[in-house]
Each structure stands twice: as C-alpha cells, then as structure tokens.
C-alpha cells in the first residue's frame, strides 16, 4: 500500500474533496494558504487514483503530489482511527463506528471507514444534517438523492422516517447498506440515478454539486411533496443559479443557509430548504 501526500491552496480543498468523491483523506495540516493531505491507496489502484487526482488539480488550476512513501496495511486501519474524530453537526454527532456515544445531547451515527463521499467532514454535509429536522418527521417518506456513506439516510432514519437512498456508486450503495446496519436503522440503499425514481416523498435530500443540478433538478424537483432539501451550492454565482432554476418551478425559499469554506476566506457553501408556492 502506497501513501501519498499532497499539498492544495487552502481555497481549493472544498471542491477538490466534492470532485473526488470523499474517497479516505486523511489532513495533515491546514492553514488559510495550504491544505497537506495524505490518501492511501492499494498498489493496484495507484496509478489511476494518482491520474484522477492529477486531472482534477489541472482542472482546478492548482494542487501538487509531494511526497509518496510504501505503508503497512494495518498503520492505515490504525491512521483512520487515530485521526477519525466525532465531529458534532447538530442534532446529530458523527462517531466512528469503534466508539460508543453515551451522551444525551446529540443524536449518534455511526459510519465504518469508507471510500464514499460523507464522512461528516464536509461543510455541505453538515449543512444537510442542520436542516433534516426541520423536514423529517416520524413516519414521512424520505428520497437522499447520492447517499455516499449513508450519512442523511441515517441521520433521517434516526429521526423515525421510511428512508429510501440511491447512488450512482457501488461502493456507496454497499457503504449505505453497511452503515445503516452498524446504526440499527433500516433504510433501502439502491444504485439508480435520479432519473430511474418514479414515486412521491415527503422530503427529498440531494446533496449533489451544481453541474448535476443543472442535468437532473427538474426530475428531483418532480419527486418532492413538502420540502426539499438542497445543498453543494458554492458562492454566489451558484446561489443565483439554483435559486432562479427554483423559481422557475415555483419553488418558494423556506429557509436558506450557509457555511463558511474550510478555509474560512474562500466563498460561502449555501443550503436551501424549498417548497412549492
Ligand atoms: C457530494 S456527495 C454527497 C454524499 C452524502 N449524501 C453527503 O451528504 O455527505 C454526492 C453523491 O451523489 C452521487 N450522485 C451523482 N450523480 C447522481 C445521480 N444522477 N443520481 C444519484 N446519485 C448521484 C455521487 O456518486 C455521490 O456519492
């Protein structure tokens, strides 16, 4: 196994973190220039893991490999562990799934270490978590539109609601399915786009990027009753956008907020809850 570490301008890593899907980043440090971070990988899957990165950094316009070095196995369990702290995005608190939560203040999820996208790390995902409870009510049918780990399927799961999460991603699907298990909730975790789902919900949950609202919004926008959820927008060219693709389906804001980038000078992250007028 290989651990390669490499060094972002600080204002790049949200979106570098989205366009490559989560997949295990362990962060080395972080200031307002520069984010060091390492990624394992197994020797057959490192070069087109360090070609993947190498495309999304020249798209980007900045990013560097600097250093690679071969790695035990189990150092990589035990990095995970070391380094995977709780992280609190209240109601909820994200726990590795090693430990026990033997608070009362927060609602426990637990995720297994994973290679989807939601980990509880990214400010979109937080954003998610914030506005799930003013949505998800016990017994309400609930769609989480690129459900990665798992994380807002179970989040919403918790809250008591008849949770069905699709992916485009194998692997997200069976980390869904895993972690859902680890948190004793039953959800359906389905690989299928969007565009396959043909039933009503309550509340649909798409934490996507805009490039994929732009494709899909009208079909999400189709599948919703009382509330939707939205987020992954980044600065305000992308709020103006999806606020006007929501007007267009007369949508009306329920309520709007954002989170400041990782960095905390790059743009705002937004999220939306919308309904219809
Ligand atoms: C930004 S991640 C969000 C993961 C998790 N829900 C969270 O909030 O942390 C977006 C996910 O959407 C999935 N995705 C992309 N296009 C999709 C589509 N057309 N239909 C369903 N899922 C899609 C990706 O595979 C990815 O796992």
Redesign the pocket.
Known sequence: MKKLIFSIPASLFDIFV?EF??YGIEILSRDKSEVNFAIYVQDEEYEGIKEAINEIFEELGGGNLILEEEVKEENWEEKWKENFKPISAPPFIIIPEWEVYEGKDYIPIKLKIGM?????L?P??QI??SLIPECVKEGKKVL??????????IASAKLGADVYA????EE?VKECSENAWENEVSIKCEK????QVEDKFDTV?????MD?FR??FDKIVQLFKDCLII??IYGEKERDEIINMAHKHRLRIKKEISKKDINKEGENWYGFIFEHQ
């Open positions: 989205i899907n989560g989807a996208f939601g980990t509880g990214h979109t995902t998610a978590l989480d539109v690129g459900t990665g780990s798992g994380i807002l399927a699709i992916d485009v991603q997200a299928k786009s969007v565009q949950i798409a934490n996507l990027q994929i494709e899909h987020t992954g």
